[in-house]
């Protein structure tokens, strides 16, 4: 079983700039790949950002040279940093784990994340 925790959502000025955290605790973190999803009202959840257990990253065109995810494997924490922040950018930003043992797909509770002037 793997939990994930995330951290940083909030308001921002559009231009503006955030960086979301995912603590995740059981499993072995390493193995895991690791994802960003978001998700308005109305609208399914949608990828952002994904990186592998080998560091191979992939982003969603909307974010691509504005967003940025990374890792840490000692801490057990994957990163969201989000540059030149779009009113589009508003909504629950959701960490995913894929576990690299069981291959079954974890999901943290969300975090808000708005861009308002």
């Known amino acids: 079983q793997v939990q994930l925790v995330e951290s940083g959502g909030g308001l921002v000025q559009p231009g503006g700039s955030l960086r979301l955290s995912c603590a995740a605790s059981?499993?072995?973190?390493?193995?895991?790949?690791m994802g960003w999803y978001r998700q308005t009202p109305g609208k399914q959840r949608e990828l952002v950002a994904t990186?592998?257990?080998?560091?191979?990253?992939n982003y969603a065109d909307s974010v691509k040279g504005r967003f940025t995810i990374s890792r840490d494997n000692a801490k057990n924490t994957v990163y969201l940093q989000m540059n030149s922040l779009k009113p589009e950018d508003t909504a629950v930003y959701f960490c995913?784990?894929?576990?690299?043992?069981?291959?079954?797909?974890?999901w943290g509770q969300g975090t808000q994340v708005t861009v308002s002037s």
């Open positions: 995913h784990a894929l576990d690299g043992s069981d291959y079954m797909n974890y």
């Open positions: 059981g499993g072995i973190f390493s193995r895991n790949r």
């Open positions: 990186i592998t257990s080998g560091g191979s990253t």
